[in-house]
């Protein structure tokens, strides 16, 4: 429910646009001898928006474009190149391009965005579980070694990859299911910050064998010399809020090898609870409805177990049956 919300409120916002920043150069950009025309801008509304990149082909007239315009609740972006910028000689626009409107590149991605990439490509809506509505199997690693804090880049895709994690409410381009289709992947992993000095990575749970820190909008966990993202607020995968300057992770609970989180959709004050296997990294999203924004999770487990609050009647689970029941939704294997 939350994810469709928040599509709609992308396409409602998009009626309402201004176009400003305009800039225009002329240059060769090609080394053709013959005059190309740049021009950069931004247009975008309460909800959405992004930075335009075009260029017209002074020889052919062609016009191309790359934009990386969107939802504020998107904490990454898939930008694609058509067919006809790819092309060889069409190289020195794509680079002048790519300049404008990219940060940095990066080979591979860093531990939360591998996250989200191996969760786009293995998770499932549950319509008949009792306790879980959604699971998401990244199965994902330790990282050895110091604490990598993500920052804005970006990593080139294609194939399935892109077509996996390219999602848009407008109309898709026909020919992006050609296989030598490419795009790029933009991380905005500033979102996960309040601040420059990144004072929104926080300790909120330890035990003896882990620590839980938590950024704006994500999760990870420390154990000796290793660490693992285990939770990321991805608009497309466990929804987020509407515009990302608000925080969406309330709250984390470590019982065991298993973690709680508490994800707040300020908005629309709503709130959902996961449940995660740290070691395996499988997490799942609990059927349950908040009786209050407010609550915390203490209050919800107050006698180890929580309840469903359905139209028909109210369903208890305690914490050890939910916790066999996500033991047996792994999507994949290792």
């Known amino acids: 429910m939350q994810r469709t919300f928040l599509v709609l409120f992308f396409l409602i916002s998009s009626h309402v646009f201004g176009q400003r920043d305009l800039e225009v150069r002329i240059d060769d950009f090609n080394n053709d ?29 062609e016009m191309f474009q790359l934009t990386n315009n969107g939802c504020f609740c998107e904490i990454k972006n898939t930008m694609l190149v058509s067919p006809k910028l790819a092309k060889k ?13 990219l940060p940095k590149k990066r080979k591979h991605p860093e531990g939360s965005l591998n996250w989200i990439i191996k969760s786009a490509h293995s998770n499932v809506f549950l319509d008949n579980n009792a306790i879980f509505d959604f699971i998401a199997d990244p199965q994902n690693d330790w990282i050895e070694g110091e604490f990598e804090a993500p920052d804005n880049y970006y990593i080139e895709i294609k194939g399935d990859t892109l077509r996996q994690l390219y999602a848009t409410p407008y109309n898709v381009p026909e020919w992006l299911h050609e296989k030598d289709t490419k795009g790029f992947l933009v991380y905005y992993a500033h979102n996960h910050y309040r601040s420059k000095t990144r004072d929104s990575i926080k300790l909120s749970d330890s035990n003896a064998l882990y620590k ?19 939770f990321i607020s991805d608009i497309a995968i466990t929804g987020a809020p509407s515009k990302l300057r608000w925080e969406s992770i309330k709250q984390t609970k470590l019982f065991g090898k298993y973690l709680l989180v508490q994800q707040n959709f300020p908005l629309i004050e709503s709130s959902e609870l996961y449940v995660i296997n740290i070691e395996t990294g499988i997490c799942g999203q609990l059927k349950y409805n908040a009786p209050d924004f407010d609550i915390t999770i203490e209050d919800l487990f107050k006698d180890e177990t929580i309840s469903n609050h359905t139209k028909e009647k ?21």
């Open 89 to 101: 000689e069409n190289a020195p626009f794509l680079e002048i391009m790519k300049a404008h409107i």
């Open 33 to 61: 001898k013959i005059i190309d025309t740049l021009k950069t801008f931004y247009e975008g509304g309460s909800g959405f928006g992004g930075q335009y990149v075009q260029i017209v082909n002074g020889k052919t007239n």
């Open 314 to 334: 109210q369903i208890k689970h305690t914490l050890k049956t939910i916790f066999e029941e996500l033991e047996k939704q792994y999507l994949t294997k290792k």
């Open 212 to 230: 839980v820190f938590n950024t704006s909008h994500g999760v990870y966990v420390q154990k000796g010399n290793a660490y693992k993202w285990v």
